[in-house]
């Protein structure tokens, strides 16, 4: 028998028929996501009790903001409290939307492009996306372990002046360091500089001592192999030296491609000061990437979850 292997993506993932839905009406969008936030069990966000009910009117219909009641704490809540989009006016499958796009888009999503396909304005979309973008941030909480590839680049920022033609070093854009585990995760991170000192501190900090740091041949590297049992190996860039063995940093340049791509043709020109959020949404799609689209939109919901906390406690 013949098997179909294309639109594997999609093909058995019901979450793509959902999420439409759920981007067409807020009841629908309200539903989906109290599905996917508390499954078969409804909690209070508050206390977590399951002692909950929705809240309705003398007729029975549900009400039109959405209201739940926790009988132990007495509080009220929405689907929304606790998360990144709990003290947003934007409707809910705005949000739905939102999510979906920027969990599912190879090289991102712009706010241009939500405006024209939602009908928000144009800085609604931009809070929203910076909102999701935050949700994704810190995917991974582990320090990275095994073969971890090391590498900066510099990205954003417009040129000093016209015509400017010079990269990376010695421009104002932005260096960004990522390290990634082989046929693993990745973490990216902004920095002021890329000093020996801001470098191996980034690496000690995030990849576990029983890895192997592979870098360039950039001498700020120099000397962090003594802090792993792995040691430090580099390939010679300068020298045309691009593979000796397992020696190279063939993954790191496979995820710095995706994010150029992106950042230059999806979003142009992004400010320094917003750089990390659109890192981490690069950041975040790599390190799902194995998921269907549709589960790794849920995730994303789910990763906003908790993050509203640090600015506001509960609907009292
Ligand atoms: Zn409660």
Redesign the pocket.
Known sequence: MKTKIQNRSTKDDIITKEIPMACSNEKLAVEFMEAKRWGDHPF?P????LD?YQMRSLDGVRQENFRWR?R????QYTVRTGTVFEDSKIELRHWCFGFWRASTSKKGVSALEVHRQTGLSYKSSLFMLNRIRFAMADSVQDPLKGDVEVDETYVGGKPRYKGQSKRGRGTNKQPVVALVERQGRVKTKPVANVTGKTLKTLILDNVCKTSRIITDENPSYNGIGQHYEGGHESVCHSAKEYVRGDIHSNTIESFFAIVKRGLNGIYHAVSKEHLHRYMAEYEFRYNFREMEDGERTIQAIHSSQGKRLMYKECIA
């Open positions: 209070c508050c206390c977590a009790s909950v926790c132990d704490c007495r509080k």
